[in-house]
């Protein structure tokens, strides 16, 4: 079975500056997709950024780009020039190309604060 | 506007008591899940449907039912509650199950089980 590891339980930036959210995982598969969501207080899941495991570009949205590295399992979330509204939960996700059901496997999360 | 509903956003129950959560959607998507989320644990599938009467077990499907009489909705049944069941579900839709289809979701109905 698939797993994701997110270490970092709670991570701080400035307003403005720039932040890294880690994220590893587990698989024995080859073709597979990554995710990073948001979940503000407000509880709603919002898809930030995502990645297919066949492309070696990394994936970028406007102030979120990732750092896809699949050899080393790895999927970080770097944050440009944080805002406030950046502040919420941050959860990496997994799904296997291979498996019925649309399934996303979840790390952990990392809560995310924004100072001013 | 394209949405995933769910209803109740709060329920406050008792052990044992039937409680059933209702999720919709109105983008006539195929592919319907559940998810509960826990602290440290992240969201786990509980339930899946690929469409109309066809649902599968996910991670944690115990002490669960669900049903797809309609191609709309997908109800998440607790016949039995439990304290452990205590927990932020999650209803999520996507039009197929390839990679291209962003998955949906739902605001989230917090349940405390008594």
């Known amino acids: 079975a698939q797993t994701v590891t997110q270490s970092q339980p709670e991570m701080s930036v400035q307003e403005a500056e720039t932040v890294t959210l880690s994220c590893t995982y587990d698989t024995s598969e080859s073709d597979y997709y990554l995710f990073w969501y948001k979940q503000p207080p407000s509880r709603q899941m919002i898809l930030v950024i995502r990645q297919e495991a066949y492309k070696q570009q990394n994936a970028t949205e406007n102030r979120f780009s990732v750092n896809f590295q699949k050899a080393a399992k790895s999927f970080s979330l770097k944050i440009s020039d944080s805002q406030l509204g950046d502040a919420a939960m941050y959860f990496c996700?997994?799904?296997?190309?291979?498996?019925?059901?649309?399934?996303?496997?979840f790390g952990a999360g990392t809560i995310l604060r924004v100072k001013s | 506007e394209a949405q995933v509903t769910q209803n109740p956003r709060y329920l406050i129950t008792v052990t044992g008591k039937k409680l059933t959560v209702t999720c919709s959607q109105n983008m006539n998507h195929e592919y319907m899940s559940w998810y509960r989320q826990d602290p440290g644990l992240g969201l786990r599938q509980i339930y899946y449907s690929m469409n109309v009467e066809v649902t599968d077990k996910g991670d944690v499907p115990e002490g669960y039912k669900v049903s797809r009489k309609e191609k709309r909705n997908f109800p998440l049944i607790l016949e039995s509650p439990s304290p452990n069941q205590t927990s932020l579900y999650f209803c999520a839709s996507s039009l197929a199950g390839g990679w291209i289809d962003t998955q949906y979701f739902g605001p989230g109905t917090r349940l405390t089980v008594l």
């Open positions: 996700a997994y799904r296997s190309a291979m498996e019925y059901g649309n399934k996303l496997v």
